[in-house]
């Protein structure tokens, strides 16, 4: 597999889609930005803006379980994202368990980086989407 492939991750949510942006070749994630709609039509144009200026090589894309690994409510929803996104660019979407990713990156964005709370719920998605990308870059560091 080639190591210079770029990614983008999300973290998806009904109201809020967290992205970032990752490369292979340096192993490392960025947060990019948070997509906010209600409107189906209006996320799909971001998300369509957002791969064609990346070209990503892959999807990474957050799925919630619970501990036991029971689907949570939204767990089918975020399914559907992921063969929507496959349809949609026709490139590879790998899913990969977000479990606590939002409650860490709520952990970062408070603890470590000293965001007030209002700042916090601006940023939390897309660094959450950041923590997914990334684990998924490692894993496939330690795997290759």
Same mark, same amino acid.
């Given at each position: 597999?080639?190591?210079? /492939?770029?990614?983008? /991750?999300?973290?998806? /949510?009904?109201?809020?889609?967290?992205?970032?942006?990752? %490369? @292979?070749?340096?192993?490392?994630?960025?947060?990019?930005?948070?997509?906010?709609?209600?409107?189906?039509?209006?996320?799909?144009?971001?998300?369509?803006?957002?791969?064609?200026?990346?070209?990503?090589?892959?999807?990474?894309?957050?799925?919630?379980? %619970?501990?036991? /690994?029971?689907?949570?409510?939204?767990?089918?929803?975020?399914?559907?994202?992921?063969? %929507?996104?496959?349809?949609?660019?026709?490139?590879?979407?790998?899913?990969?368990?977000?479990?606590?990713?939002?409650?860490?990156?709520?952990?970062?964005?408070?603890?470590?980086?000293?965001?007030?709370?209002?700042?916090?719920?601006?940023?939390?998605?897309?660094?959450?989407?950041?923590?997914?990308? %990334?684990?998924?870059?490692?894993? @496939?560091?330690?795997?290759?």
């Amino acid at each position: 597999m080639d190591k210079r /492939g770029t990614y983008l /991750g999300f973290d998806y /949510g009904t109201h809020k889609i967290g992205v970032a942006v990752g %490369q @292979r070749i340096t192993g490392t994630a960025s947060p990019l930005e948070t997509i906010r709609s209600e409107k189906k039509s209006v996320r799909w144009e971001a998300i369509d803006r957002l791969v064609n200026t990346w070209c990503p090589d892959g999807l990474i894309v957050g799925i919630a379980c %619970q501990p036991d /690994g029971q689907d949570n409510p939204i767990t089918p929803l975020m399914r559907k994202f992921c063969r %929507q996104l496959e349809a949609r660019y026709q490139v590879p979407v790998y899913p990969v368990d977000e479990h606590l990713t939002s409650f860490e990156s709520r952990r970062l964005l408070f603890d470590e980086v000293n965001l007030r709370a209002r700042k916090v719920q601006e940023f939390n998605d897309q660094v959450a989407a950041k923590l997914i990308l %990334q684990t998924w870059l490692n894993h @496939r560091e330690h795997a290759a």
